[in-house]
C-alpha cells in the first residue's frame, strides 16, 4: 500500500457562496484514510468600527484617556474570542448515501497568546501555535473515483462583503503498491 494526497482548491469571491465540486481520485484507490483543509485569504477583513478613547479632564488639570472596554486595537488579551468561522464542507462518495465527511471550516486560531506563558521567550506564529493541521483520521474502504462535495460560505455572509479566500482540500489515499 502506497499513501498519496489528493488536492482540490477552491476559490471563494461572493458572499454566501456554494459551491459543488468532484474530487477524482485514481482507479487504484484502495481507501480514504484521512481529510484536512487550509484557508488562505485574499482580502483583509473588514474593520468593525471601534468606539474611540474618550478623553476626561482630572481635577488637576491633567487630561487622561478611557478606552473603551472591548477594545480590540489595544494589545491586551483578556477575554477568550471564537475562532473565526469561514463556512461548512461537506464531501460525500457516489457509493454510499450520506456525507462522509461533514466540517466546519475556520480560518485560524484566535486565541494564539491567550494564557501562553512561553510567549515570554518564544514568539508565537501561526505555524506554531495554531489549530492543528492533522488529517481527520478516517478508514472509507470501497470508494469510486469520484468524491462529490459541498461547500458553503459564511464569511462573506458574516461581514456583509465579498470577501475572497481560497480553501484547499486534502484528502489522504492508500492505493495499490505497483508490482
Known amino acids: 500500500m502506497r499513501e498519496s494526497v489528493i488536492v482540490t ?6 458572499q454566501g457562496e456554494r459551491k459543488h465540486f468532484q474530487v477524482k481520485l485514481p482507479s487504484d484507490i484502495t481507501s480514504i484514510v484521512g481529510i484536512e483543509y487550509s484557508v488562505r485569504l485574499m482580502d483583509m477583513y473588514p474593520l468593525l468600527p471601534v468606539e474611540p478613547p474618550r478623553e476626561v479632564i482630572n481635577p488637576d488639570g491633567t487630561i487622561s484617556l478611557i478606552l473603551p472596554e472591548d477594545d480590540s486595537a489595544v494589545a491586551i488579551k483578556s477575554k477568550f474570542k471564537a475562532n473565526q468561522f469561514v463556512g461548512e464542507l461537506r464531501l460525500q462518495s457516489y457509493d454510499h448515501m450520506n456525507w462522509f465527511y461533514a466540517a466546519d471550516v475556520f480560518a485560524n486560531d484566535a486565541n494564539l497568546n491567550l494564557c501562553d506563558v512561553s510567549d515570554l521567550y518564544f514568539r508565537v506564529k501561526e ?4 489549530i492543528p493541521r492533522y488529517e481527520e483520521v478516517m478508514q472509507i474502504p470501497g470508494i469510486s473515483t469520484l468524491i462529490q462535495g459541498w461547500y458553503m460560505d459564511a464569511l462573506g455572509k458574516q461581514y456583509n462583503q465579498n470577501l475572497r479566500y481560497e480553501l484547499g482540500i486534502y484528502v489522504w489515499i492508500t ?3 505497483a508490482s
Request: glycine share 0%; no cysteine; aromatic share 8%.
Open 9 to 14: 482548491k477552491l476559490s471563494i469571491k461572493l
Open 175 to 177: 492505493t495499490k503498491e
Open 127 to 130: 505555524y506554531t501555535h495554531s
